[in-house]
């Protein structure tokens, strides 16, 4: 925990300071922290573990790409195109990663109290050993610490990978990607620690601009034609099986709702055509969406995929930002979210088979103890997954367990799933997860709810054996 | 709290593990814990305290008929009918009671953290003096246990009413019911101890199958014809009067939404023909009950039944399970609620008359600051029931007093409502009402938000007199 | 801390009892505490300064225009006439002061858990020195002793904002207000510290009884027809440059939803001219303040006024109550609100505006972490009101900070604002806001999130610059 250059983290942090509890949350802490990591749900590109080059420059790596940053230090008054992200209409941006970086040091208090600052904190001191916190002083001297580090080999995307006892990555990957990084990690043996997640994000809202020339996409890599809606869902469950032969053990949902009905086959087909006409309006579109989740159950019971669903985020929600910045950019929005009713008619029809599984993200608190918690306690099918996005902290994961544990237990969470695209941060994340829910066991010991034993099992349940039997793929029909 | 067998429950559960807050705690808990029961809302059959029987095997008291062990269970992959649910279609169902248990037992792990494990704790440890906690190996020990004490004569059902210390008990009861086994209670000097509440939720969902054959035994039961609007709520109005005569202080409605909307009359006559004659839209169906329920409201002025709401769950979510196991089988799952504008019109006529009180039941824990107690702070006849259902636990319990007593106070509640079914659980309830009550007080205390002498007046009148009151009868006009 | 009197405040109040935060607590809240008060959002009137007259008596200061106070005893059974509310329909009310300071004080029990007690303890013990709390017992002693206290020149308005420190005090006034007192003020050498705010909700809202009439003085006041949409807008426009001449740094506007999106120019111009007409339904009505909304957002960017929005509230709940009593008798209620769709078009539109900032608001908790934190967690033109109304107290800011930090960081939060009508309860919210954000740093502090020099650092910034900020002018485009 302590390093040479003395920046050394409080060993107890995110525990609890209650005495009682404090020392429990360690005793229970003890028994997870060391657990090997279950990242089953994550946006680390796989070519990275496969090219295995060094990482780039401090400001590349900690904060260019890293949108809740980004989006802090915009909503303080910079530009994206101040901290480096690259315009898509040919406008200037940043270009120096030190200047970066010093902007990036000069907002470091902007990021009090968020867990990105916790993150990070965890990053700087404790893989990658540098001396001190962010400030505009410590700036430069930071980077060259922060540099010279990048440039050794133990800090190649694969040391790290070992050093941070990762068991097994999931990527998340278009559902028309060849795969091929996957296949090529594979071939040098890494195929069962770093698998892919189906996604047909891309192919499922028929409202957006460039749905219809993305098809040929999934066309070409599903060698059917998908003219048609038995086409375009013939060619999801060949590139479903082409993941699934690859090692993948879900697939993952991003929609805006989490509506999933199905239409008549005629509706269905009818708003399909619709949309490769440029005819369709929103309400038909949000359909039409419903109808593939449906489908996409369906399949499961097919192909033996988890399904994820990550609903109630508007995405892009700043037209000129997105325009200017593309997406991921930091201008996502959370609505408010409804479960009960819109899962009804996919719960009916898998929610007690055995051959289905659904893990529930949300970014709407809200519906916890209201629907999610009561939904996961009854139907077989159905896991929460960890708390997503702009809920993963330290408060948020607090508010998850206390909310969702009454009507769910903790058996019916899938663990702590980290959802980065940030490789160097997995360790702070999960690490983060174990202290919280060893803090919240301790509380549930020291307040006579659990004893102390029962507290470090569920502790190593939650975060070892509860990821991987989550996604365990299920047995096909 | 101790007992010869060693099973002994930590004396300071459910209380802060701050020092000072544990001490006051203690303190306050002191003033309340051994006050008599007033259970005013649960769903103990009279029948049971009339028969007076032994009860039946371990599976049959604690495992078969407890939605909330069920429905986890279920989650976890066994089947109602492993579980002893009797199923409807005549498929077969687990008869062993033994079996019943074992399965029980293995899954103890799910419930923990639940509010099941905290209250079945209570009841096996302290009620049944067992050994220790069921595990898979103690499963057949437990059994036989609890299977020896259940044979005594202090165990029969009116033993433990006096040694649970019950003052008054409520039951909930079908609009139709004969009361006849309040009657003979009565007759046996039981009659103020045991009540009966006027319940008559099959009669007012219209959308309902079998709503029509259903109206048979309110006819019958008021001996009035209910062939028309006027027939159908003199019925009603007759019922409640006899309810009254028997003793009922209540009714309750458990309603889809909150809607409590008077129609013109020849609409709601239309509406109520069109239920006759199977011809209603859901929507119809709706808007009859909230007219439905403004009526009962005027009602309540003339025979002084208070009046509860309990909306917000959409029942039998799932219709293969119900079509399986009928109704009350874990499948029911909330949905938003909304006060504000629903209860409006209501309000507006009754909410400040003397002659009426209005108790709030909720499953969705966001109308506390927002809606509830904002009504419940000004309105005189408006009182907040206690937390219902999903969040009848003591992390729900906490929520509920934290956010709710910034607008309502305490004496804007109606203190603790069991709501339970098993008649053994209710000591385990009233009696972790009191900690989480003595625990949030000694909060405030430790803070310096109440004196002490406060804090104790406040946990008795939360335990014992803010629900007598509530209940009272009132004046008719 | 301590008076002659005896009564004596806990001096920790509100801090959390865990020692290690308890001591934390006390050296954060040492940074801050005796900071100037900075209240750029109240409801005081300026001719209070102005006349510097004593207060009247007890009932008039503390009970009468409360309307916190005064809702709570209404619940619990008192008329508002009973408490010294004046009817409108010329009913009668109590006129006796000492009457209805002793209702206030037998009714004292029923503010147990409120903000209401803690600000009025605060300003009985701390501002006025009187000798206890109220009760039946000690209503006569404390009625004398309050009586003779603010017959003391000491207790004059101007005295006490010396004394309380309050360095700018923000009043809220009609759109059309000649803003006479604050012009007095100014000659008095007070411009600087007692500044307007600008309200034009009394024209914004063309379903309202009185609209049409009530435009009346807003075409007096900025000299210009209003008998056109273009009119109008002018008069609103000429309205806020006088605010601005005379000091205001801010609008206000309290609409029912967060609806800020522009409409097509004839479409405005037909429902001004059907408000006109007396023919607009609600939801037109809602669709024109969502216009206006937008408009004002424009003619921020020309007056540099930050906008504050106050969105989510049923006014006037119960007619009856509001055709005895007027507005602000304490029937108001809640809604639930929405943001992320409601806020989008003015977003779009001026959210990375150099020129133009939004204050939120809401009395809705759920948006916290669903839509406020994010959208200000990003949009620089964003920044985040205090808790308001129902939500202003010790639990309420606590579950803001958890809740909005994670995203918002603290530097997207205009720090406290008070939103007061009761000049004496001035210091008492101030401290409670600042001994609560000394208690959530503490806890960040305890638990290894921030040094202690940074969480003082972010306590002063809290209490003075923030809000100094949020609410300085901004420059013109």
């Known amino acids: 925990m302590t390093d040479s250059s003395g920046w050394t983290l409080d060993p107890d942090r995110a525990f609890s300071a209650i005495p009682a509890e404090r020392e429990l949350a360690r005793q ?16 680390v590109d796989a070519g990275l573990l496969l090219r295995n080059q060094p990482f780039g420059d401090p400001a590349e790596l900690l904060v260019v790409p890293d949108h809740y940053v980004v989006r802090l230090l ?15 209409d040919g406008g200037p941006s940043e270009t120096d990663p030190r200047q970066i970086w010093r902007r990036f040091c000069a907002g470091w208090k902007y ?5 990105s600052r916790y993150w990070l904190e965890h990053e700087l001191a404790e893989v990658f050993g540098l001396s001190g916190p962010p400030s505009t002083a410590t700036a430069d001297r930071l980077y060259d610490e922060l540099s010279a580090v990048l440039a050794q080999p133990g800090y190649l995307p694969r040391a790290l990978f070992e050093r941070f006892g ?12 060849p795969l091929s990084d996957h296949a090529a990690l594979a071939q040098e043996g890494w195929g069962e620690r770093v698998i892919p997640t189906f996604r047909p994000d891309r192919y499922t809202r028929l409202e957006r601009p460039g749905w219809k020339a993305g098809l040929a996409d999934l066309e070409a890599a599903a060698d059917v034609a998908v003219d048609s809606l038995d086409g375009f869902l013939e060619a999801l469950r060949r590139r479903r099986m082409a993941f699934a032969a690859a090692g993948a053990r879900a ?16 509706e269905a087909e009818r708003l399909f055509a619709a949309g490769l006409a440029g005819q369709i309006n929103p309400a038909q579109a949000e359909a039409f969406a419903g109808h593939l989740l449906f489908e996409m159950a369906r399949m499961s019971l097919e192909d033996g995929l988890v399904m994820q669903l990550h609903p109630g985020v508007l995405r892009d929600y700043d037209p000129a930002a997105h325009a200017t910045y593309g997406p991921d950019a930091g201008f996502d929005i959370p609505l408010a979210a409804e479960f009960t009713r819109s899962l009804r008619p996919l719960l009916e029809a898998f929610g007690r088979h055995p051959g289905f599984r659904l893990i529930l993200f949300t970014v709407d608190e809200d519906t916890y103890s209201r629907e999610l918690a009561p939904l996961a306690g009854v139907f077989p099918a159905v896991r929460l997954g960890a708390p997503w996005w702009f809920l993963d902290t330290p408060g948020g994961m607090l508010r998850f367990r206390e909310s969702v544990t009454d009507s769910a237990g903790f058996y019916n969470t899938a663990g702590f799933v980290d959802d980065t695209r940030a490789f160097a941060s997995i360790p702070a994340r999960h690490d983060l997860a174990r202290r919280i829910d060893a803090r919240h066991l301790a509380r549930l010991v020291a307040e006579g709810y659990l004893n102390l034993d029962e507290a470090q099992e569920t502790a190593v349940d939650l975060a070892y054996h509860l990821p991987r039997q989550a996604y365990a793929r299920l047995d096909r029909v």
Chains 1, 2, 3 share one sequence.
């Open 111 to 115: 990021l009090r109290g968020t867990p």
């Open 74 to 88: 915009v909503s303080q008054g910079a530009t994206p195109a101040q901290l480096g992200v690259t315009r898509r």
């Open 251 to 266: 697939s993952d949902h991003g929609h805006r709702s989490a509506l999933a009905a199905p239409l008549e086959r005629a």
């Open 28 to 43: 229970i802490y003890a028994a997870s922290r060391a657990l090997p990591i279950i990242s089953m749900h994550g946006h």
């Open 166 to 177: 990762i068991e097994i990555l999931a990527t998340t990957d278009d559902a028309a990607s």
